[in-house]
């Protein structure tokens, strides 16, 4: 049975820092892909970055681009997304998702609770 548990999100001033994390369970992340999207409050839920079994990593928006940075622990089954220079605009709730696909790509089947993230002064 595949479970994400996203955990780590909160309330951050603008230009701090913040570090979400997602439990997987039911499959292994040095197998398949496993990706970060948000949605903003009346906005579509956009893709964010992600990250394949072998490592690689893709940032979707131009907007985080040098300031989000994937990484995941094999052996502890948990990805990782770092969020620096956070803007007012990066306010959202987060999760993470996967299609169990070995390439990022793959439409997301299962997705974690979210949790939600905040900027502002």
């Known amino acids: 049975q595949v479970q994400l548990v996203e955990s780590g999100g909160g309330l951050v001033q603008p230009g701090g820092s913040l570090r979400l994390s997602c439990a997987a369970s039911?499959?292994?992340?040095?197998?398949?892909?496993i990706g970060w999207f948000r949605q903003a409050p009346g906005k579509e839920r956009e893709g964010v970055s992600c990250?394949?079994?072998?490592?690689?990593?893709?940032y979707y928006p131009d907007s985080v681009k040098g300031r989000f940075t994937i990484s995941k622990d094999n052996a502890k089954n948990t990805v990782y997304l770092q969020m620096n220079s956070l803007k007012p605009e990066d306010t959202a709730v987060y999760y993470c998702a996967t299609g169990l696909g070995r390439l990022c790509g793959s439409k997301p089947v299962y997705w974690g609770q979210g949790t939600q993230v905040t900027v502002s002064s």
């Open positions: 039911g499959f292994t992340l040095d197998s398949y892909a």
């Open positions: 990250i394949r079994s072998s490592g690689f990593t893709i």
